[in-house]
């Protein structure tokens, strides 16, 4: 990488914004009832899935990998497919994830990039019709 490029993770301010994003999703799928089905398939307590995602966030968005280290190789799919994901849940899942990344990322151009991928993703765990 050369000198003058950053990661997305240094463009959007790191760790704060980092923690501020996946704080925000997970109080937005706590709370909004068009959630509700999203949130069924998750624990009572949202605080580990809520670590964990910020894990994946940061080394995903180029900061360290702190998911990879903990956990080893993401394997996002197979650790999802216990949960009943359908058309449903995803989109719920993607509300939350949209509204939170509107909140808490300032700039609307790195909201942009983040989000295709990040949309993508979200499909791919779909397991249920």
């Known amino acids: 990488m050369a000198a003058d490029t950053i990661t997305l993770y240094e463009a959007i301010g790191g760790d704060p914004t980092?923690?501020?994003?996946?704080?925000?999703?997970y109080a937005l799928m706590d709370t909004l009832p068009e959630a509700a089905r999203c949130r069924a398939v998750?624990?009572?307590t949202l605080e580990?899935?809520?670590?964990?995602l910020y894990d994946y966030l940061?080394?995903?968005l180029g900061g360290p990998p702190?998911?990879?280290e903990k956990y080893g190789h993401p394997r996002l799919r197979s650790r999802h497919f216990a949960a009943a994901i359908g058309a449903?849940?995803?989109a719920e899942w993607l509300l939350c994830f949209r509204r939170a990344l509107d909140e808490t990322i300032e700039n609307p151009k790195l909201r942009e990039i983040i989000w295709p991928p990040i949309e993508r993703l979200a499909f791919h765990m779909q397991?249920?019709?």
């Open 127 to 129: 397991n249920r019709e």
């Open 48 to 52: 580990g899935s809520e670590a964990k």
């Open 66 to 68: 702190v998911y990879v």
């Open 88 to 90: 449903a849940e995803t």
């Open 18 to 25: 980092v923690r501020a994003l996946t704080k925000r999703f």
């Open 58 to 60: 940061t080394g995903y």
């Open 42 to 44: 998750h624990p009572p």
